[in-house]
């Protein structure tokens, strides 16, 4: 399909060059560059017109955040104070030297 679209001058220069190096055409490697910026925005979550929003179970405020956990893990009360105890220890430790 054929489109036309109002591009920064530097950015068609070097997309053109990269073309030039890859003795490839424009369109091909425009597409590919359009594949890849897609393919890197998966599991991005679409951002709501403002970031806070309110937990449907507990009604407490929330930041959406742009990108999923890579490792979600529960965030639970226990998880909380163990990592800020490691923090400590950790504050404390360095304190000490």
Known sequence: MKTALDLPDELVR???ILAAQEGRKLKDVVADLLRRGLD???GIVPMASSPFVTDP?????MIACRHAAKH???LTPDKIASI???QEVAWNHEASR
């Open 72 to 74: 979600p893990e529960q």
């Open 57 to 61: 179970i507990t009604g407490l405020p």
């Open 40 to 42: 890197s925005t998966a």
């Open 84 to 86: 800020l105890l490691d």
């Open 14 to 16: 070097d997309v053109k």
